[in-house]
């Protein structure tokens, strides 16, 4: 069947846009043309075996047996059934009754069949178009429309359904970026996911398994099902997905019922809350998750399973910022990797688009430069493929393919690749929310990109040997060290003067320490009510805290009062400045402040930071200055005191690195690797171009002056 055949029915189906344009929004016209086509392909596969179920609803009621799932499938031949007599052509044929009819007619499916339906809110859309005196023609519209296996087979109808899918995601493209990834570039993803199994793939009998957490409509699915089966027609693909948008999950779900693969593989709700595969393995994972979404939802599940699980969870490594889960994804897709061991485990690859958040957010320490050491250091990440901007619906920003494997080949292990795709793109004729761009397939005198990134792809791979390859400057090859860094933390001497001024002066006043002193001697002057209430720690009311404060400050004036003449002196070291304050307490008669807290609260409150102030010790120690700390990321393998003496201590003689505070931490500085500097233009340039400018500015002028 050529494409022009699945054209033609998709048409047929799409045509009953004409009926619903008027009831319907445009953007809506998916919700009914959609789930028809299930129904009318359902009933097309079920046709030759209705009689046989209908004879086994019977046997089974008669011999009164209540579980009959397993029964019924077997009686359809397929992995799922419908217990009715009941057909689009008889429903159409009672006017009266074809809502209620067709509700019945749904309501009879096997479950699984019967959800999806649900899912696209099928009750619903009756009753609109019943309401609308539509429904008897959608119905005859359908019924017009052969779907029976042997005129449209399983792969065939595949390629009808998609057609459909895509023109929905078309017509409603504000929101298409949810749940349809552009086929171009799913296209490119594939390829390179698959591409250094190209070989194994030919073999006669091949099985693999296919899995996307965040499956949407299933177009990646579907895309790693054809490329594996277009290397080898006899090979088996069992595709397995995820996803929380029940509207879109209806149409993956559909979508394989329609190509003969089980429905249940797709299953419904949150990847991270609700693993729907869990402890399953899978040898090729895709996903293109949503770009930026919040994990709130699921914060208190995810952060369960990251303390109480740890190691034998999904999120040991680390949890990203609240406001991004990408990250969130790319680990639970690591879970269900093959393991690759002696005893026959074939390993696993990995395929995830992401925006340029996860290559470097998050310092040192943190979760996501946790996540990103967890997986460069266990060696899993093949390559990074920078994209073009404006080629997805929903976002025009830059995005990235990742690839990650746990069977990388010996000559690329400890390698990553970073290739450099960001100018392979035509312009589109007509834009679709935000894209823009396409990626080229050779068709219609196009470039063919896909074709070059792939080739590019498989070279660099075959090169890795090499530190950085010279292929037209788009491909760089790096061991995994280059992304790592230890972030030190640069630490100076605080040094201080000191100077009593009217405000360091109230300040040193108003510290615990001296407050503390007179507090301790204005109690026993208080009224005895509230020397009780204070000894107690009891709250003292309004009236009471204003007495007992007035006292307190009493106290507090003899010490103000006997360093008042102080007032504009400066000491170069701390011992001065404490020796004149303790002489003109003393002349004073003023007693009792003494010890560490005092001696500090002297220091807070008149110390001066002054470059060529008194170095302050901690027990023979430089004290650091908090306001001069500084932060270094020094590359992963250099000596951080050899990188001081060399970076730092020309400036800064007197620095020295904290080494309790160091972290690792890794980022992929992706732009910063393909930077090609451009240098000024000349003055000279420069200065001709503004004096021809104002000479045909003035040459204007004349011409409006004239």
């Known amino acids: 069947m050529n494409s022009a055949i699945h054209t033609a029915l998709a048409n047929h189906a799409w045509s009953v846009a004409d009926?619903?344009?008027?009831?319907?929004?445009?953007s809506d016209y998916g919700k009914v043309i959609l789930p028809f086509t299930v129904l009318r392909r359902l009933e097309c596969v079920l046709e030759p075996t209705r009689e046989k179920v209908n004879e086994t609803v019977v046997r089974l009621k008669d011999q009164g047996i209540d579980n009959t799932d397993h029964f019924l499938r077997r009686a359809s031949g397929h992995s799922f059934y419908n217990t009715s007599t009941y057909t689009l052509r008889s429903i159409a044929g009672d006017a009266g009754n074809m809502a209620q009819l067709l509700q019945k007619y749904v309501g009879a499916f096997s479950e699984n069949?019967?959800?999806?339906?649900?899912?696209?809110?099928?009750?619903?859309?009756?009753?609109?178009?019943?309401?609308?005196?539509?429904?008897?023609?959608?119905?005859?519209?359908?019924?017009?429309?052969?779907?029976?296996?042997?005129?449209?087979?399983?792969?065939?109808?595949?390629?009808?359904?998609?057609?459909?899918?895509?023109?929905?995601?078309?017509?409603?493209?504000?929101?298409?970026?949810?749940?349809?990834?552009?086929?171009?570039?799913?296209?490119?993803?594939?390829?390179?996911?698959?591409?250094?199994?190209?070989?194994?793939?030919?073999?006669?009998?091949?099985?693999?398994?296919?899995?996307d957490p965040a499956c949407g409509t299933g177009g990646m699915l579907s895309a790693a099902a054809d490329h594996i089966e277009h290397l080898n027609e006899?090979?088996?693909?069992?595709?397995?997905?995820?996803?929380?948008?029940?509207?879109?999950?209806?149409?993956?779900?559909?979508?394989?019922?329609?190509?003969g693969q089980d429905p249940d593989h797709i299953a419904y709700g949150n990847s991270f809350s609700d693993d729907?595969?869990?402890?399953?393995?899978?040898?090729?994972?895709?996903?293109?998750?949503?770009?930026?979404?919040?994990?709130?939802?699921?914060?208190?599940?995810?952060?369960?399973?990251?303390?109480?699980?740890?190691?034998?969870?999904?999120?040991?490594?680390?949890?990203?910022?609240?406001?991004?889960?990408?990250?969130?994804?790319?680990?639970?897709?690591?879970?269900?990797?093959?393991?690759?061991?002696?005893?026959?485990?074939?390993?696993?690859?990995?395929?995830?688009v992401f925006n340029g958040s996860p290559l470097f957010s998050g310092a040192a320490g943190s979760g996501e430069s946790e996540i990103r050491r967890w997986i460069i250091e266990n060696d899993w990440l093949e390559a990074i493929v920078a994209l073009p901007d404006q080629l997805f619906y929903n976002t025009g920003i830059s995005t990235y393919f990742w690839i990650l494997t746990n069977r990388k080949d010996a000559n690329h292990k400890g390698k990553v690749v970073l290739l450099d795709a960001r100018d392979q793109w035509v312009k589109m004729r007509k834009s679709l929310g935000d894209k823009r761009k396409e990626l080229g397939d050779g068709t219609n005198g196009k470039p063919n990109h896909i074709t070059e990134i792939t080739r590019l792809y498989g070279e660099a791979l075959e090169a890795a040997e090499d530190a950085e390859h010279p292929m037209h400057g788009k491909v760089k090859v790096f061991e995994n060290k280059a992304f790592g860094y230890q972030r030190i933390t640069v630490e100076r001497p605080l040094k201080l003067r000191f100077q009593l001024t009217e405000e360091t002066l109230a300040a040193l006043a108003s510290s615990k320490p001296v407050q503390k002193w007179a507090e301790e001697r204005a109690l026993p002057k208080a009224p005895e009510e509230i020397q009780k209430l204070v000894k107690a720690r009891r709250k003292l009311n309004e009236e009471e805290a204003t007495t007992y404060a007035d006292l307190v400050a009493a106290e507090t004036k003899p010490f103000t009062e006997a360093l008042a003449g102080l007032v504009g002196m400066q000491w170069a070291k701390k011992s001065e400045m404490q020796v004149a304050l303790a002489g003109a307490l003393a002349e004073a008669g003023v007693e009792g402040l003494k010890g560490?807290?005092?001696?500090?609260?002297?220091?807070?409150?008149?110390?001066?930071?002054?470059?060529?102030?008194?170095?302050?010790?901690?027990?023979?120690?430089?004290?650091?200055?908090?306001?001069?700390?500084?932060?270094?990321?020094?590359?992963?393998?250099?000596?951080?005191?050899?990188?001081?003496?060399?970076?730092?201590h020309p400036h800064v003689p007197d620095a020295w690195i904290d080494h309790t505070k160091t972290k690792i931490g890794y980022e992929i500085p992706f732009t910063r690797h393909f930077y090609v500097y451009e240098p000024p233009r000349p003055l000279a340039e420069i200065d001709a171009e503004l004096k021809a400018l104002e000479a045909e500015i003035q040459g204007l002028l004349g011409e409006v002056t004239e």
């Open 19 to 26: 009926l619903l344009r008027g009831d319907y929004r445009q």
């Open 113 to 211: 069949a019967r959800e999806v339906l649900e899912k696209y809110d099928f009750n619903q859309q009756i009753k609109k178009l019943d309401d609308a005196n539509l429904l008897y023609q959608v119905i005859g519209k359908f019924t017009d429309l052969d779907l029976h296996p042997e005129a449209v087979p399983n792969h065939n109808m595949g390629y009808v359904f998609e057609e459909l899918i895509r023109r929905f995601a078309e017509q409603s493209n504000e929101t298409a970026g949810e749940h349809f990834t552009p086929r171009e570039v799913i296209k490119l993803m594939v390829n390179l996911l698959i591409a250094p199994d190209g070989d194994a793939l030919t073999l006669p009998g091949v099985v693999r398994t296919v899995m």
């Open 234 to 259: 006899h090979a088996t693909v069992e595709v397995y997905g995820q996803e929380l948008n029940p509207e879109s999950w209806a149409i993956c779900r559909s979508d394989l019922m329609i190509k």
């Open 276 to 352: 729907g595969h869990r402890g399953e393995k899978f040898d090729y994972l895709l996903a293109n998750p949503p770009f930026g979404v919040d994990w709130k939802k699921v914060k208190d599940d995810v952060e369960h399973e990251h303390n109480a699980l740890g190691d034998a969870g999904r999120f040991a490594a680390g949890l990203p910022r609240i406001s991004d889960g990408s990250l969130l994804f790319l680990q639970h897709m690591i879970s269900k990797m093959k393991p690759v061991d002696v005893y026959g485990g074939s390993g696993s690859r990995i395929a995830i």
């Open 596 to 648: 560490a807290p005092y001696a500090k609260a002297q220091r807070d409150a008149l110390g001066v930071r002054d470059p060529e102030g008194e170095r302050q010790d901690v027990k023979g120690s430089p004290e650091p200055d908090p306001d001069l700390r500084d932060y270094e990321n020094v590359p992963l393998g250099e000596d951080v005191e050899v990188y001081l003496k060399r970076e730092v």
